[in-house]
């Protein structure tokens, strides 16, 4: 079974600087999916950001990038240039790729942007 | 391209009782995934379809079910609804498995409290 972990049940930045979420996994798989999903106080689950794990380079989507570390399975999202509307939970989520479509979801972070 | 949809959005039901969630699927997708959110036990997968069977299932008892219509559609249903029931019932699609296609795309979510 997978597990992930957020260690960080909450964060704030300040508008306009530069936010890092830390996630991190267990798993035995080796051809799998990670995402980050933002879900804000609708509630609504917006993805973020998504990465494969074959793939070395790390995934980036305008202000959202991901740190990849598949050796330390690790896998950090990075916001620049936070905005207001950044305000929200994020959860780390793990997806054994050809499997079925089950995600494994973390604990989730809950991101305050500060004006 | 609309999204996914997700009927009712808020329920109140009384313990004992049964209860029918829907979910339409973003068109063109045919893999539909239920998850239940909760303050105590997080985001928990509860069952995927794809084309009209059931092809994962979660650590979840016999009093929840669902299934998958020809237009992709899904239903879950919660029979003799306990207080611990009360969540948020989020509904995922996705094109389907495999070749990259397993992103999944979340509906606003049903709000069911159980009295």
């Known amino acids: 079974a997978q597990t992930v972990t957020q260690s960080q049940p909450e964060m704030s930045v300040q508008e306009a600087e530069t936010v890092t979420l830390s996630c991190t996994y267990d798993?035995?798989?080796?051809?799998?999916?990670l995402f980050w999903y933002k879900q804000p106080p609708s509630r609504q689950m917006i993805l973020v950001i998504r990465q494969e794990a074959y793939k070395q380079q790390n995934a980036t989507e305008n202000r959202f990038s991901v740190n990849f570390q598949k050796a330390a399975k690790s896998f950090s999202l990075k916001i620049s240039d936070s905005q207001l509307g950044d305000t929200a939970m994020y959860f780390c989520a793990f997806m054994k790729r050809n499997a079925g479509n089950m995600l494994t979801f973390g604990g989730g972070t809950r991101l305050m942007v500060k004006p | 391209k609309a999204g996914v949809t997700q009927t009712p959005r808020y329920l109140i039901k009384t313990r004992g009782q049964q209860v029918t969630l829907s979910c339409s699927p973003i068109s063109g997708h045919r893999s539909v995934s239920w998850y239940q959110q909760t303050p105590g036990q997080g985001l928990q997968f509860l069952f995927e379809?794809?084309?009209?069977?059931?092809?994962n299932k979660g650590n979840f008892p016999g009093r929840f079910s669902g299934r998958q219509f020809s237009n992709s559609r899904s239903e879950m249903n919660v029979s003799t609804l306990e207080l611990g029931d009360s969540a948020l019932y989020l509904c995922?699609?996705?094109?389907?498995?495999?070749?990259?296609?397993?992103?999944?795309?979340f509906g606003p979510g049903t709000r069911l409290l159980v009295l």
């Open positions: 379809y794809f084309s009209e069977t059931q092809r």
């Open positions: 995922a699609s996705s094109l389907g498995p495999g070749n990259g296609q397993e992103t999944q795309y």
């Open positions: 798993t035995s798989e080796n051809n799998y999916y």
